[in-house]
């Protein structure tokens, strides 16, 4: 018997999923990260894509995405320690409502 876990690499790699299943491992990362550092902006705050090395953060409100601007060195080193996708910039974007 296999874990999942284990299974998942493979199986994404078969079907050309690797691109979305990093993605995934990513924004994962994030929402740990996000949690641990900033936690006033975990539920208003999301990674919502990932093209050529640069993330790119969702906030819900304007106040969240400046908190992130302004941490975003440190938010992006702890990304890229948590990663193996190699992160050179965060792109920080409000959610329009």
């Known amino acids: 018997m296999q874990r999942l876990a ?4 493979d199986t994404a790699r078969q079907f050309g ?11 994962a990362a994030w929402l ?3 949690a641990d550092r ?3 902006a975990a539920g208003s705050c999301r990674l919502i894509g990932l093209s050529h090395d640069v993330a790119t953060v ?13 941490r975003s060195p440190e938010l992006l080193a702890a990304l890229r320690n948590a990663s193996r996708v190699a992160v050179r910039q965060l792109r920080v974007v409000t959610r329009h409502v």
């Open 17 to 27: 999923l690797e691109e979305q299943l990093e993605q995934a491992r990513l924004a």
């Open 38 to 40: 900033v936690p006033a």
């Open 6 to 9: 284990d299974l998942l690499p």
């Open 58 to 70: 969702e906030a819900d409100l304007p106040i969240v995405a400046q908190e992130i601007r302004l």
């Open 32 to 34: 740990r990260i996000l």
